[in-house]
């Protein structure tokens, strides 16, 4: 009985990795161009999915415009982020921008609870969910769904980077940013493009989100901490290593539970950024993250 | 708009300050009673504050019938996010500064644990509607349960549970919280004091989005019901991963769920029907036979950002009345000029008082603060209809 | 700044001495409070101010802090004037623990995810040990005594709480002016320079570390008694988001930006208390604008008004 459950627990892991990576690879995105963390995405990723439903249930537009709508609101709220409030500061200490970043989301988190708090939202999925048995392990369409859509993303994100003149701005960027601005790249202006791209991309995980667990202000948290995990696991920066370490962590979370004990999984996202700092500091793909003095 | 309202309490209050004091009796004047509201307005816990606005209703309900012998309430609104340190300098606030009457509401076990000795030692009154039991009991001076709390619906869901004949193998699935062990830890005496035999306890925390190996350790341990007491966003979570992997159990939630909204995150109820109960704690169903009468009072006198922005009253609401109902009836019965010892002694005077609202009567004494023990629980029928219950297949007429 | 002029604030605490007669059980509650972030902000400060590291574990010391002073109380019977420095020591033995990663050559985000992990890990800790410190129940805190002398109420607790933290400030701002303080601002401004100048940057760090831990420890001790009963939720993630601004809105790198935080910071919310909802959007919004317009804190507005009040020992 135990032993049989693991290709089940497997699969689950690799369906809830998949969220974890979405948002872990929105907040790489942030971090590859303007080397911050953004302390408050989770937040913005709790906006994405209410904008959903304010768009969806409050004006009655169609799911898949409702998400369009969410998605562009949602990367001017983290472009206008940038431009106004990260930009300002950007010379200043690295803890004012952490701060920033941090109290923003604070902000949006306390606008949500002011307008919802008092109650728990369920948004109703825009496709049937239907149950597949493979053997005796089962995948929902939430699962197909969820899956489907982060793969979709990485390849429209890989094409993005490696094919398109747009992805080799990003790219040489990326490499640096000083040499970017010398051959005449509005650098401020790429930085704010990209938090715009992370809020995005961050707002796609908050529906997908919205479609596993009800909206509540704080929908984002739980999964801002995995992120985190992923993207240390992954090594800081790397797009893939976001993405494999998402995947992991997923695993790891349910094997733990499962084998060990259910109160461990609060904490997997907590212990696995340490051991990996203090075992592997570089991550499984990534460069060093350690300063030699 | 919440400032505006503000404002006005902001200007009341200074009106009243000015009024001259009836007697000696903190918070109580010649026309008015001054009630403190505390509740989690922000934090994670904010879902609980509509225990906060259904006492507010009935208040506004009875000032506009003229008030109580001629005195009027005034509620002054405190925010306590669920936090203790918050919580005291709340109530330290409404006792010290506001000067209020009494503490209603405080949903959170945690803040009304830790303000429980301030409030003894100044005399001042607390109905609360938070579940750790022994906030009241043994008895202490002026606070009273008059809903259930932990004891009683944990009682409950176990009971209801074991009431399905060959149910002994219990597994629980828990937040790691004060609020959750307010239940479980009660369902758990229940079981074990009853025969029954507790094989798993998971752990669900707050924000869980995925509860994959609660669900298989519930299904590996062959535990035919699950004690799930959790918020309802982890409820939900673990419901669907029991249906995902079709795990054959009853299903018992706690009274941190709003049951039509648990129901609604299904669009299929199949799995859910005679499978997913919880505790209840009224006399009919939400809306409907006497209980139509307090969701006009809560459309009536609530503001909109006060009532849910999407669909009806819920659970909440009622189960935050029954507090203002027993304060009212106490008022009344103090005469018109109340003190706090003529409050108390009316509050333990109350025998069999029905609030309209809750499934029991209410009953106080000098040694007994909570007023109501015998709870129903509602499910889904084999038609799928949301059917009340006294026991295990033993279904409350409708009253509609 | 003038020998005289420096010791013109020790006029301060004299000043605040009889303050208590003036204030109702609420008031004197707010100060108490706001006196025993005094601790919290200032070890805070020394190391992400001061030191210009990026931890974010100062709410394992303050809880460590103050279930070592609720722990000792509620099992061995101690009085609390003897649970004082052993809430400091372990809060300054975690702070030790923390710098490890430092020390491994950690920085910048990667030093600010693990050490937030170690709180939160911490806090988790709360819950599972629940012999000890009472689970997700929480545990009551008997009352306190000084000496023999009962701190049954806010307004002697207020004198206790009074003289830690003259004590403190005072040690602090004697370790910042010393070549303690030198090292810690050569460490932020340049560490490789730093050391290739033979500074032992490394036992500076545990330095700070240990110091900005033991000192918030001493603010969890106060914690505990003020609050009376502990429970793992006060030393989440949202109490992080407060204590960071203490010194955000007081100011990075000040003493006084410290101090002035956490008084700021635990009279904002009293206002709002009445207004059901806003306090986490206010709260927001207010470290925005301090950020934005005020990058230094208020405590660069003192400054500003008289040079007394200027910090010698840090810059950006």
């Not at chain 2, 300050?17 to 026309?31: E, L, V």
């Not at chain 2, 607390?126 to 009682?155: L, V």
């Not at chain 3, 033991?214 to 003020?226: E, H, K, Q, R, T």
């Amino acid at each position: 009985m135990m032993l049989s459950l693991l290709p089940q627990l497997l699969v689950s892991g690799i369906s809830s990795g998949m969220l974890y990576a979405l948002i872990a690879l929105s907040m790489t995105v942030v971090y590859r161009a303007t080397t911050v963390v953004n302390f408050g995405h989770g937040d913005m990723v709790a906006a994405g999915a209410y904008a959903v439903f304010v768009f969806g249930l409050g004006f009655g537009f169609p799911f898949l415009v409702a998400m369009a709508l969410a998605i562009a609101v949602l990367f001017l709220a983290g472009f206008a982020t940038q431009r106004f409030l990260m930009q300002p500061i950007v010379a200043g200490p690295h803890l004012s921008l952490a701060m920033m970043a941090l109290a923003v989301g604070y902000t949006i988190r306390g606008a949500l609870r002011l307008e919802w708090g008092t109650e728990t939202l369920n948004p109703s999925r825009p496709y049937p969910q239907d149950i597949y048995m493979f053997g005796n392990v089962v995948i929902t369409t939430d699962d197909v769904v969820i899956c489907g859509f982060v793969l979709l993303l990485l390849a429209a994100l890989f094409l993005l980077l490696q094919v398109t003149p747009l992805g080799k701005v990003i790219q040489a960027t990326f490499q640096s940013q000083r040499g970017a601005a010398l051959v005449g790249i509005n650098v401020p202006m790429f930085h704010a493009l990209m938090w715009g791209g992370g809020a995005a991309l961050g707002a796609i995980g908050g529906v997908m989100l919205s479609m596993i667990t009800p909206l509540t202000p704080d929908l984002g948290q739980w999964t801002l901490v995995q992120g985190f995990a992923a993207m240390t696991l992954g090594g800081f920066g790397s797009l893939g290593g976001a993405v494999a370490g998402g995947i992991l962590l997923g695993i790891t979370e349910k094997l733990l539970g499962f084998y060990a004990n259910t109160v461990f999984i609060e904490i997997t996202g907590y212990l696995v950024p340490i051991l990996v700092l203090l075992l592997r500091p570089q991550g499984l793909f990534g460069r060093r993250a350690i300063v030699r003095v | 708009m919440r400032i505006t309202q503000a404002i006005i309490a902001v200007v009341a209050m200074a009106g009243l300050a000015t009024a001259a004091r009836a007697d000696s009796t903190q918070g109580i004047t010649a026309s008015t009673i001054m009630i403190g509201n505390m509740g989690p307005f922000s934090g994670p816990q904010s879902t609980f504050t509509p225990l906060n606005y259904g006492p507010e209703a009935y208040f506004r309900y009875i000032n506009e019938q003229g008030g109580v012998n001629g005195h009027k309430f005034v509620t002054v609104f405190a925010d306590d996010s669920c936090n203790e340190a918050k919580g005291i300098a709340a109530a330290k606030k409404l006792i010290y500064e506001d000067k209020v009457f009494m503490i209603m509401a405080n949903p959170c076990s945690g803040v009304a644990m830790a303000i429980k000795p301030m409030l003894v030692q100044e005399g001042v009154p607390w109905i609360g509607a938070s579940a750790n039991p022994k906030i009241s009991r043994p008895a202490s001076p002026g606070i009273f349960h008059s809903t259930y709390t932990g004891i009683e619906s944990g009682r409950a869901m176990a009971s209801f549970a074991m009431g399905k004949p060959g149910t002994t193998k219990i597994a629980l699935a828990m937040h790691s919280d004060d609020w959750a062990h307010g239940y479980c830890d009660n369902a758990t005496d229940y079981i074990k004091s009853h025969n029954g035999e507790i094989v798993a306890t998971t752990a669900l925390e707050h924000g869980a989005t995925d509860g994959t190996a609660q669900a298989l350790q519930i299904k590996a341990s062959g535990a035919q019901a699950v004690m799930a007491c959790l918020y309802q966003p982890e409820l939900i979570v673990l419901l669907r991963e029991l249906q995902k992997y079709q795990v054959d159990v009853i299903v018992l939630g706690a009274l941190g769920a709003d049951f039509d909204q648990v129901i609604q995150a299904f669009p299929n109820h199949d799995y859910l029907k005679q499978r997913f109960f919880q505790p209840y704690q009224f006399k009919a169903k939400i809306g409907t036979g006497p209980l139509k009468k307090f969701h006009d009072i809560f459309v009536k006198y609530l503001t909109k950002d006060e009532l849910p922005k999407v669909g009806e009253p819920t659970n909440f609401y009622y189960f935050g009345v029954p507090a203002a109902i027993v304060t009212v009836e106490a008022f009344r019965r103090a005469g018109p000029n109340p003190t706090r010892e003529s409050w108390e002694k009316a509050m333990e005077s109350l025998k069999d008082f029905d609030t309209g609202v809750l499934a029991d009567s209410e009953t106080f004494g000098p040694d007994k603060h909570v007023g109501v023990e015998k709870m129903y629980a509602v499910g889904l029928s084999a038609q799928g209809q949301e059917t009340v219950y006294k026991a295990w297949g033993d279904a409350l007429p409708d009253t509609e | 700044m003038s020998r005289v002029t420096r010791r013109l604030f020790w006029l301060i605490p004299l000043v605040l001495v009889p303050v208590p007669l003036l204030l109702n059980p609420y008031q004197q509650y707010v100060v108490n409070t706001a006196l025993l972030y005094v601790p919290v902000g200032i070890g805070f400060n020394l190391v992400v101010g001061n030191l210009g590291l990026l931890a974010f574990s100062n709410v394992a010391y303050f809880g460590l802090g103050a279930y070592t002073s609720g722990v000792l109380m509620a099992h061995l019977g101690l009085p609390w004037w003897l649970t004082v420095i052993p809430a400091g020591m372990v809060g300054g033995v975690a702070g030790s623990i923390a710098s490890i990663p430092a020390l491994r050559g950690v920085r910048l985000f990667y030093l600010a995810i693990m050490t937030l992990a170690f709180g939160e890990l911490m806090r988790w800790t709360y819950i599972r040990w629940e012999v000890l410190t009472g689970g997700s129940m929480g545990m009551a805190v008997p009352t306190a005594s000084l000496f023999g002398w009962s701190l049954d109420t806010d307004r002697r607790r207020f004198y206790a709480f009074l003289a830690i933290v003259v004590l403190i400030v005072a040690t602090t701002d004697r370790l910042l002016r010393s070549r303690f303080g030198r090292a810690f601002l050569a460490i932020k401004d340049n560490e490789i320079a730093a050391a290739a100048m033979g500074i032992p940057t490394d036992r500076y760090i545990v330095l700070a570390f240990a110091w900005g831990g033991a000192v918030v420890g001493l603010g969890g001790a106060m914690f505990a008694i003020s609050v009376g009963h502990l429970s793992p939720i006060s030393f989440d993630l949202t109490e992080l988001i407060r204590q960071f601004a203490i010194i955000m809105v007081g100011g990075l790198g000040s003493l006084t930006g410290g101090i002035i935080g956490a008084v700021i910071i635990t009279a904002a919310p009293q206002v709002f208390t009445s207004f059901p909802g806003f306090d986490e959007l206010v709260f927001g919004l207010l470290i925005v604008l301090v950020i934005l317009f005020l990058p230094r804190g208020l405590a660069s507005l003192l400054a500003r008004a008289h040079p007394a009040f200027a910090d010698r020992y840090y810059r950006d």
